[in-house]
């Protein structure tokens, strides 16, 4: 009798350490809002206007960008509870809740990796379809 209890105690010791553990998805109000939509002016070569540059003129960006918000949270929560971007397994991603500099800055850089790779490895949304870069330059600036 005691050693079929002690069996059973080891089992669920082992299961309890060897399983996976439980993920969530981020707090959606802790990601970047894009500050740029999809579509805006098109050109006949399928271009739209995205962030401006610094000659004040938009930079042009592919007219599907940036993507709708679900589907890049969506993207995000994924590459995020993998730990790495599913679609680019060589980049590490991190997306810490608290409000210190160096985990906004993390989660901006989460964001941008997820938005590069959307679709593929370097296959999805440029940087200039968003004001992330804005983002992290205020972070960076303490503003």
Do not use: W, Y
Not at 65 to 71: A, F, G, K, M
Not at 77 to 87: D, H, M
Request: aromatic share 4%.
């Amino acid at each position: 009798m005691k050693f079929a209890a002690a069996t059973i105690a080891t089992s669920l010791i082992v299961m309890s350490v060897m399983s996976t553990p439980i993920r969530r998805d981020v707090n959606p109000a802790l990601i970047p809002e894009f500050g740029v939509e999809a579509g805006v002016n098109p050109t006949p070569t399928g271009d739209c206007d995205g962030i401006t540059g610094p000659n004040g003129s938009p930079i042009l960006i592919p007219c599907t960008c940036p993507p709708d918000r679900d589907t890049f949270i969506q993207s995000l929560n994924a590459n995020v509870n993998a730990g790495f971007v599913v679609n680019n397994p060589s980049v590490p991603v991190s997306f810490p809740e608290d409000n210190s500099q160096a985990s906004q800055l993390a989660r901006i850089q989460t964001a941008l990796v997820t938005l590069q790779n959307l679709n593929g490895p370097g296959i999805g949304c440029p940087a200039a379809s968003t004001t992330f870069l804005a983002q992290q330059a205020a972070i960076q600036q303490g503003a």
